[in-house]
């Protein structure tokens, strides 16, 4: 008689591992010893110990031969927030995710770690030190969001002790660090094109902004934590870098690293974010002639004025975490990856 083989509990599958988040969670995983396989759209990178599987997450065939063997599944891709393509989300974050969720079980997968966001309770009123509990936006501000939450909720409720199928979805918010392709990039482009010379409304908003080490160090504590006797099955939890700080003092602190003036000048909240709408709607309506991308868009607004910090209490007392990384050490280290994006670079 065939006896079914036991993935080994060091063999683990990173979908979306081509990206920022996920190719500093591979490099984490292939240091503590696992064998990686990837499974991403696009490969960006070869390291020893890697497996690459190139394809798309809602084809569960192709998922089916990277999970092979697989006992640990951490799922990080998504489609980039600046694309607000609703289908595209759609199919991906719910539809892909529902897919994502049938391999892993067919494969005989024990454990699904979720990156989620913090951003899903998010609806642009002020949040302050937020849990868990807060309930999900009743409005969300973009598509993204909005398929962040249906994804995060079909992750949780696939969560089955009896079946032997383990789950648990990671909150991160505003991940920053070496080889990110948004938040510092985009902040950049902004400066260069004269457009971050204002704060928008008064400047005291605490934000939560997140080290990458400290995320992936709140992944690995999640997998390894993952066990049918533990109170992390089927919850989500919060990781940020437990340090709030003003929003535009963060803005400031990374532009003025990389040899930019920090914005100076305000303006009211309310005010943008309705010219932000107003864009938005624009773009909306002529996106069958011309396709243009606001820089301040709905949520970016919403992000940059208002109180949105998080507790981490929970992660602390059920997964023991703690940042390995500081905001100021994060932001020293990420300053100096980007010499490329210095200013008169
Ligand atoms: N960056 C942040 O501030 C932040 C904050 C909270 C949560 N998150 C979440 O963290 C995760 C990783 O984000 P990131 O910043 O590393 O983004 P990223 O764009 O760098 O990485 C996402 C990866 O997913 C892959 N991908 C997209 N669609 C795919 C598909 N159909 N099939 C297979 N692979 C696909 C991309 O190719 C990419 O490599 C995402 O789930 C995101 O929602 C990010
Ligand atoms: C145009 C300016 C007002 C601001 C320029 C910087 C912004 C590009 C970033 C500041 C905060 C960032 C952020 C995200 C994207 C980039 C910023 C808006 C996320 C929306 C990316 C997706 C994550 O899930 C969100 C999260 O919940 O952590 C991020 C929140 C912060």
Not at 71 to 82: G, K
Not at 237 to 263: C, K, Q
Request: charged share 20%; aromatic share 8%.
């Amino acid at each position: 008689m065939a006896t079914r083989v036991r993935p080994s509990s060091k063999r683990c599958a990173v979908i979306g591992g081509s990206g920022f988040l996920g190719r500093h969670l591979v490099e984490k995983l292939l240091d503590r010893g696992y064998s990686v396989s990837v499974f991403d759209i696009r490969q960006s990178y070869e390291l020893p110990g890697v497996t690459f599987h190139q394809g798309d997450l809602c084809n569960k065939q192709a998922l089916l031969l990277a999970l092979k063997d697989v006992s640990l599944v951490f799922h990080c891709a998504s489609p980039a927030p600046a694309s607000d393509d609703r289908a595209l989300f759609e199919r991906v974050n719910i539809q892909g995710t529902q897919t994502v969720i049938q391999a892993c079980i067919e494969a005989g997968v024990q454990k699904l770690v979720l990156t989620s966001s913090a951003s899903v309770v998010f609806e642009g009123a002020d949040i302050k030190n937020g849990r868990e509990d807060l309930p999900y936006a009743k409005n969300p501000i973009d598509y993204y969001t909005e398929t962040k939450i249906e994804q995060e909720k079909l992750v949780l409720k696939a969560c089955d002790k009896q079946k032997g199928f383990l789950t648990v979805a990671i909150r991160p918010h505003g991940i920053f660090g070496p080889r990110d392709p948004q938040l510092v990039p985009i902040l950049v482009d902004t400066a260069r094109r004269g457009k971050m010379k204002f704060i928008i409304g008064d400047g005291t908003n605490l934000v939560d902004f997140t080290f990458v080490e400290n995320v992936v160090h709140g992944h690995v504590l999640a997998a390894e934590h993952l066990k049918p006797d533990s109170p992390i099955c089927g919850k989500p939890y919060h990781i940020t870098n437990d340090e709030p700080v003003r929003f535009w003092d963060f803005m400031s602190d990374v532009l003025v690293g990389l040899g930019y003036a920090a914005p100076r000048y305000h303006l009211p909240y309310t005010l943008v974010y309705g010219l932000a709408l107003l864009l938005w709607l624009l773009s909306l309506i002529l996106r069958p002639l011309i396709s243009f991308k606001p820089t301040f868009t709905p949520m970016r607004v919403a992000l940059a004025g208002t109180h949105h910090y998080y507790s981490c209490k929970r992660a602390k007392e059920d997964l023991g975490y703690k940042p390995v990384v500081s905001l100021k050490e994060g932001i020293a280290r990420t300053v100096q990856s980007y010499p490329h994006l210095r200013h008169g670079a």
